[in-house]
Nanobody, 122 residues
């Protein structure tokens, strides 16, 4: 059974940083695509970053240059380093998995974690 568990969320001031973790289990961690998504209050869930097992990374324009996705294949964990945070980054952040090919489309992902709250105060 695929399981994804997010952690690392919290309250931070504008301009601050957080690192989110997505601990994954239940699938072979050498042929995957894991994405980070977020959902702000009253808004639709959006894809912001994705990494493939081969190391390819993708970013939405809204986070490019501020967020960095990475993985530790020995720990089966994907990270999202978030710098220069803004109030508009406030959302519940989810990681999601599918095989092989990255996507930032919500409907393309097969498995989801339960999310972690990130709040950026102004």
């Amino acid at each position: 059974e695929v399981q994804l568990v997010e952690s690392g969320g919290g309250l931070v001031q504008t301009g601050g940083s957080l690192r989110l973790s997505c601990a994954a289990s239940g699938f072979t961690f050498d042929d995957y695509a894991i994405g980070w998504f977020r959902q702000a209050p009253g808004k639709e869930r959006e894809g912001i970053s994705c990494i493939r097992s081969e190391g390819d990374t993708y970013y939405a324009d809204s986070v490019k240059g501020r967020f960095t996705i990475s993985s530790d294949n020995t720990e089966n964990t994907v990270y999202l380093q978030m710098n220069s945070l803004k109030p508009e980054d406030t959302a519940v952040y989810y990681c999601a998995q599918r095989s092989k090919i990255c996507s930032l489309v919500v409907g393309a992902m097969d498995y989801w974690g339960k999310g972690t709250q990130v709040t950026v105060s102004s």
